[in-house]
């Protein structure tokens, strides 16, 4: 009777076992899938799309190349997904923010503190950089960065931009028709950073916040 009672039990803890095996499995997956977009994000940052090849990031990620396959089909793919999980958290934020019923110089603050922290002061910046470098010789990597980021982004700005004018914030309409205006300090603030911080620090906030001065008009005469 004991021993068909061990049984029984040891029968009834299988399952919990097997589970939590598949879980592990899942974990050690998604640690592998994370290391490789970390170690991806280094070499294309470094050497360019072009010249990065999965040898070298399978080698930093420290798994097999053949590991990579199991995640991604291919270069470009791995790619694209480093722009959806880098960038994605950002434009749902802008999404958000602009969709809050806020006077446009509110935002703006908001957008100038989302730029800094969430890309100026990240490895954001590099994803952002390379798709400045390299999207003319793989228009493809631009046409995924445009559907997935930029497309959203102005979109969720044109809107907002139309409430401002509607509440007669703006007399206006040309930063609806070119809400690209306003990312202009951000794109300047990373192309100075790669190429002159080391001569000349920007103050980024500064800059941003000058511009919108420009553009909306002297906060302190509001």
Known sequence: MATKTKLKRAHQAAPPRLADKGGTRARRAAERRDAILSAALEEFS?????????DDVARRAGVAKGTIYLHFADKETLFQ??????????????EHASH???PLRIFADQLIEIFVREIFGTRRKDVIRLIITEGPRFPKLAEFYYREVLARVMEAVRGLIRRAIERGELKADALARYPQLLAAP??????WDGLFDRFEPLDVRALMRAHFDIILGDRRSA
């Open 46 to 54: 470094a050497r360019g799309f072009a010249a990065t090849r999965l």
């Open 186 to 191: 951000g794109i300047v603030a990373i192309l």
């Open 81 to 94: 997904e480093l722009i959806r999980l880098e960038l994605s958290p950002v434009v749902g934020a802008l």
């Open 100 to 102: 809050a019923d806020i």
